[in-house]
């Protein structure tokens, strides 16, 4: 065995996992199978982000992990491992990212995003100072809400006449935030079994598994599902669309602006500041470049959906031209002012933050 190459090689290798993961740790239920297969990715301290981002911050990845289990509902996945064997877990968590014929698709966030929608708490309730809902932040606003965190972050250590580009975002060598496979995988997570609700609810019909939705979706047999995913994942965000691609660009850009910026923030708090990569003036003077960061990268993300509505067999992928950088501006996070002064007034957010999600699940 081998890790996945194609789109038929993931739907293969997902197969196989399930086989596996119903005849071995009795998971009959696909949502099941959903969550456990999450975790080879997401979540857990078997999963390849934990591998990553522990070796950045423990505390940090362990911040992670408790971020997972909120934003899908409370969901802790099962060890595949005893089930899968090592041979096709670790051929599962080497294809998280599927690169076939100038198409790509992140399976990882594919698969959090079919897991997460299976709560109506996370379909439908806006998590306080994060920006958006469970949903959302697994998908989407996770990827470009950490991009802009990431962007105002390296203005704030550059000079103001060679501000980096938004583009850096989108196009970049390390397969982070709004590159195409991630981007992919936010929309599949939206749509793969979705029925006719975009980011509604799980509907497998007819004993069919993960696999069989997912192969559904992509452009296997069929490009049914595949031709529409731009116009009918760009509804699901309030989106107006026609042929042309969607209709009320601006109204859009500006609701998600602040959603961007709200979990830019969150990101910036909780992933750099417990590491001890962002403290002092670091993180006023990051926080100074988030609002206009997060307009350029709505803008972004809103044309590039539009772009790929007028010419579906494209790739969901930014290109140029792309907005020039917007000027520094004023710091308006509390959070952030905190960070600069007192790490200890950031754990204490943490902290009110981790009682606030547990008791939506009581």
């Given at each position: 065995?081998?890790?996945?190459?194609?789109?038929?090689?993931?739907?293969?290798?997902?197969r196989?996992?399930?086989?596996?993961?119903?005849?071995?740790?009795?998971?009959?239920?696909?949502l099941?199978?959903?969550?456990?297969?999450?975790?080879?990715?997401?979540?857990?301290?078997?999963?390849?982000?934990?591998?990553?981002?522990?070796?950045?911050?423990?505390?940090?990845?362990?911040?992670?992990?408790?971020?997972?289990?909120?934003?899908?509902?409370?969901?802790?996945?099962?060890?595949?491992?005893?089930?899968l064997?090592?041979?096709?877990?670790?051929?599962?968590?080497?294809?998280?990212?599927?690169?076939?014929?100038?198409?790509n698709?992140?399976?990882?966030?594919?698969?959090?995003?079919?897991?997460?929608?299976?709560?109506?708490?996370?379909?439908?309730?806006?998590?306080?100072?994060?920006?958006?809902?469970?949903?959302?932040?697994v998908?989407?606003?996770?990827?470009?809400?950490?991009?802009?965190?990431?962007?105002?972050?390296?203005?704030?250590?550059?000079?103001?006449?060679?501000l980096?580009?938004?583009?850096?975002?989108?196009?970049?060598s390390?397969?982070?935030?709004?590159?195409?496979?991630?981007?992919?995988?936010?929309?599949?997570?939206?749509?793969?079994?979705c029925?006719?609700?975009?980011?509604?609810?799980?509907?497998?019909?007819?004993?069919?598994?993960?696999a069989?939705?997912?192969?559904?979706?992509?452009?296997?047999?069929?490009?049914s599902?595949?031709?529409?995913?731009?116009?009918?994942?760009?509804?699901?965000?309030?989106?107006?669309?026609?042929?042309?691609?969607?209709?009320?660009i601006?109204?859009i850009?500006d609701?998600?602006?602040?959603?961007?910026?709200?979990?830019?923030?969150?990101?910036?708090?909780?992933?750099?500041?417990?590491?001890?990569?962002?403290?002092?003036?670091?993180a006023?003077?990051?926080?100074?470049?988030?609002?206009?960061?997060?307009?350029?990268?709505?803008?972004?993300?809103?044309?590039?959906?539009?772009?790929?509505?007028?010419?579906?067999?494209?790739p969901?992928?930014?290109?140029?031209?792309?907005?020039?950088?917007?000027?520094?501006?004023?710091?308006?996070?509390?959070?952030?002012?905190?960070?600069?002064?007192?790490?200890?007034?950031?754990?204490k957010?943490?902290?009110?933050w981790?009682?606030?999600?547990?008791?939506?699940?009581?």
């Open positions: 065995m081998a890790a996945a190459t194609t789109f038929f090689g993931i739907v293969d290798l997902i196989k996992a399930e086989d596996a993961l119903i005849r071995k740790a009795g998971q009959t239920n696909p099941d199978r959903a969550c456990t297969l999450r975790g080879i990715y997401y979540g857990t301290d078997w999963s390849l982000d934990y591998k990553i981002e522990s070796k950045r911050s423990e505390a940090g990845a362990r911040v992670r992990n408790f971020g997972f289990l909120a934003y899908t509902g409370g969901n802790l996945p099962a060890d595949p491992r005893p089930a064997g090592a041979g096709l877990f670790n051929d599962l968590q080497e294809s998280q990212s599927i690169h076939d014929r100038g198409r698709i992140d399976i990882g966030h594919v698969l959090i995003g079919l897991e997460t929608r299976a709560s109506q708490k996370m379909r439908e309730v806006h998590l306080a100072g994060q920006g958006g809902t469970g949903i959302e932040v998908t989407w606003l996770g990827d470009l809400g950490g991009g802009v965190a990431s962007l105002a972050r390296r203005r704030a250590s550059a000079p103001p006449t060679r980096p580009s938004v583009e850096i975002i989108f196009n970049n390390t397969s982070d935030y709004g590159v195409m496979d991630n981007l992919e995988g936010d929309v599949g997570g939206y749509l793969i079994a029925g006719t609700s975009p980011g509604g609810a799980p509907i497998f019909l007819g004993g069919k598994g993960i069989d939705a997912l192969s559904d979706y992509l452009p296997l047999t069929s490009t599902q595949w031709s529409t995913r731009a116009s009918r994942f760009a509804t699901a965000l309030g989106a107006k669309v026609s042929t042309a691609g969607i209709i009320n601006t109204t850009v609701q998600l602006t602040p959603k961007l910026y709200d979990f830019a923030v969150w990101y910036a708090a909780t992933r750099w500041v417990p590491s001890g990569e962002l403290l002092g003036n670091a006023v003077n990051a926080c100074k470049h988030m609002k206009g960061a997060a307009r350029e990268v709505a803008t972004v993300f809103v044309n590039t959906l539009s772009k790929s509505i007028a010419s579906p067999s494209l969901i992928q930014a290109s140029r031209p792309f907005p020039a950088p917007t000027a520094v501006g004023s710091c308006d996070s509390n959070l952030l002012k905190a960070a600069s002064v007192d790490v200890s007034n950031v754990r957010q943490l902290d009110d981790r009682k606030e999600l547990g008791s939506l699940f009581q």
